[in-house]
């Protein structure tokens, strides 16, 4: 059985900022082994968000593979990568994105109405389960300006699990939040890795993740040092 739930070898990317050409990314090596809380952190402007782009799809690497669990998901075609971002991969990122027309439920079911089949009273009762598991039980009808930092997080953590992901891809999640509300958010990630099993990669410049991290990975010049 493949132990890796994502692998990455030799990863390249470049951005041409004008006339520079920015060699972000110089052969990134990385594996993260399914249930793992893997932590990357670097300096500012290190290439972790690239990277985590990469590893979920959202964007594409000039040079290397990604392999999601035995699929190279470069090989995907733009339907079928489509439908790895929406089912297989959940993205949480700092400033939440959340839609500000929507309800935090209209929210969280978005990424089910993408879906080809779905059945509204299903879909909306899975919704009101999460919102409700994630602290937000009594919230659903709020739009996302009457949520506090921290609620808005929750929201879109329950966005990034409705369709059941295997993978988290958080870019610092916690990056907005005073410490208090990030720590929770911190210990919700952490609960969601344990109890759900789901993989987790984030990005973040918290120093506390002490007994949140199972491995810390740190991204200089371009490739992954330990
Ligand atoms: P980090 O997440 O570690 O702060 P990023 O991955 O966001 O780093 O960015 C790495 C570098 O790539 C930065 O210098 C940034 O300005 C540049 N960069 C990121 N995205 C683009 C883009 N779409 N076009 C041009 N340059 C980019």
Not at 171 to 199: A, R, W, Y
Request: glycine letters at 10%; a positive charge.
């Amino acid at each position: 059985m493949n132990e890796y739930m994502l692998r990455a070898s030799g990863l390249r990317k470049t951005y041409q900022n004008g006339a520079a050409a920015v060699e972000v990314l110089r052969g990134i090596d990385l594996g993260v082994k399914k249930e793992e809380f893997l932590v990357i952190q670097g300096p500012s402007g290190a290439g972790k968000s690239t990277l985590l782009h990469i590893l979920g799809g959202l964007d594409e690497p000039d040079g290397g593979t990604v392999f999601f669990e035995d699929t190279d998901i470069q090989s995907f075609k733009e339907n079928e990568r489509a439908l790895f971002r929406n089912r297989k991969v959940g993205f949480v990122f700092q400033f939440y994105h959340l839609l500000p027309e929507l309800s935090a439920l209209e929210n969280v079911l978005l990424p089910m109405v993408l879906r080809s089949w779905w059945e509204r009273p299903k879909a909306e009762s899975r919704a009101r389960s999460l919102l409700e598991r994630l602290g937000l039980g009594k919230r659903t009808g709020h739009m996302p300006n009457q949520l506090s930092g921290g609620e808005q997080q929750r929201a879109a953590i329950a966005r990034a699990l409705i369709n059941g992901p295997r993978l988290l891809l958080c870019d610092e999640p916690t990056g907005n939040l005073d410490s208090v509300n990030g720590k929770n958010i911190l210990s919700l990630l952490k609960q969601l890795n344990k109890e759900e099993k789901t993989t987790m990669v984030m990005v973040t410049h918290d120093k506390d993740i002490t007994g949140v991290a199972d491995r810390v990975v740190h991204l200089r010049d371009g490739v992954v040092v330990r």
